[in-house]
Every structure is written in structure tokens, then in C-alpha cells.
């Protein structure tokens, strides 16, 4: 079955700091995965997605995500967090054509 | 502009009085979903169509409702609302598979049932 877990709940970074939000999937077959990205009281909005072609994907507003296979991981990252980028970002796993999301990161930007 | 949109965004409800949040979208999409949000659960999909008159439970259909009469428009429909159901709906469109290219999502409903 496919799943996917996002290994913190909350991260907090200071701004012009990188960012890493981690991101661990298990799927049976070669997966299709993204990050979206919700700021408050908004929809979701796709950041980035990965579809079998190169393994590090470049995003909207500076984000990117490296597939490994190899360690079943689509951590998302940022080398210089600005405070725009406060929201909770969600990591998923296509499954069946389904999309299954993760419970959820929220990120914090301290000035 | 290529949207989705929900009506209403926000709603307070009591239990067991009946209600539909619509939901169109303006993309020419084949797929449409909704998905629940609720803290610490991330979204969970409650019903899917992939085409006109084709539809299909998701992880959490209970108590709702759907139905796909035009290829624009998905509501989803609560015949008895119950306390349980408050949360945060959004409705979603794919063009061709959200497996492949995602959905574009709608700016969400907030329903309140007490």
C-alpha cells in the first residue's frame, strides 16, 4: 500500500536560513509525488512534482525536491527561507491514480 | 482565470438539516475530487468523478453525498449533517489524472455543524 509521512510537524527557521522539510514515502511501484503548499486560509497550491523524469525537481518560489529511491525520500528544501514562505506544506503520493497526502508540515519564518 | 470555485466559504449549520457546497470548475477538467482537512490528518478524499456521470467513494464517504450531472460542476451534498462533519472541504480538478499532474484545488469551505 502506498503512504507517505512527513517526519516533523512543525519547523521553525530564522529568515535567509535554509529550509528542509522531509518527507518519506512507500509505494509499491515507481511513484509519482509532489509538495503543495497552503498558506492560511487559502487553497492549496502545487509547488512542485515528480514524475519518473530527473530526480531533483525544481518548484515555484525557489523550492526543490530530490528523489531517492534509495532511501524512499522527497525531502523539500529552500537555501534561503523568507518570510512569505510561512504555511503548511504537504507531501503526496500518488497511488492508483488517488493522491494520498501526509498529516502536514508547518513552517514558521522567525525574522 | 483557470479556477475552481466553491460556494459557500464559510457555513454554520445545525445537525441534520440539509445542505450542498457547490463546486464548478472552468478548466475543461475530467477529474474532480473532495477532500476533507482536519488538524493532524492531512487531507482525505471523500468522493472522486473522473468523467461525467462517473463517480466513486473515496477514503471517507460516509455521510455525504455527490453526483457529476455536468463536466463543470461536482457538489457535494450532506443529506443530515452531523457535529462530526465539521472540517475544512475542498473541492479539486485534474485534467488528465491527478496521478500524473495534480489538482488545482478550490479556495475551501469551512463548515460548522452544531
Known amino acids: 500500500a502506498q503512504s507517505v509521512t512527513q517526519l516533523d510537524s512543525h519547523v521553525s527557521v530564522s529568515e535567509g536560513t535554509p529550509v528542509l522539510l522531509r518527507c518519506n514515502y512507500s509505494s509499491s511501484y515507481s511513484p509519482s509525488l509532489f509538495w503543495y503548499v497552503q498558506h492560511p486560509n487559502k487553497g492549496l497550491q502545487l509547488l512542485l512534482k515528480?514524475?519518473?523524469?530527473?530526480?531533483l525537481v525544481k518548484g515555484i518560489n525557489g523550492f526543490e525536491a530530490e528523489f531517492k529511491k534509495s532511501e524512499t525520500s522527497f525531502h523539500l528544501t529552500k537555501p534561503s527561507a523568507h518570510m512569505s514562505d510561512a504555511a503548511e506544506y504537504f507531501c503526496v503520493v500518488s497511488a492508483g491514480g488517488k493522491l494520498i497526502f501526509g498529516q502536514g508540515t508547518e513552517l514558521s519564518v522567525k525574522p | 482565470e483557470a479556477q475552481v470555485t466553491q460556494n459557500p466559504r464559510y457555513l454554520i449549520t445545525v445537525t441534520g438539516k440539509k445542505l450542498t457546497v457547490t463546486c464548478s470548475q472552468n478548466m475543461n477538467h475530467e477529474y474532480m475530487s473532495w477532500y476533507r482537512q482536519d488538524p493532524g490528518l492531512g487531507l482525505r478524499q471523500i468522493y472522486y468523478s473522473m468523467n461525467v456521470e462517473v463517480t466513486d467513494k473515496g477514503d471517507v464517504p460516509e455521510g455525504y453525498k455527490v453526483s457529476r450531472k455536468e463536466k463543470r460542476n461536482f457538489p457535494l451534498i450532506l443529506e443530515s449533517p452531523s457535529p462530526n462533519q465539521t472540517s475544512l472541504y475542498f473541492c479539486?480538478?485534474?485534467?488528465?489524472?491527478?496521478?500524473?499532474?495534480?489538482?488545482?484545488f478550490g479556495s475551501g469551505t469551512r463548515l460548522t455543524v452544531v
Open positions: 515528480y514524475t519518473s523524469a530527473a530526480t
Open positions: 479539486a480538478s485534474s485534467s488528465a489524472g491527478p496521478g500524473s499532474y495534480g489538482y488545482t
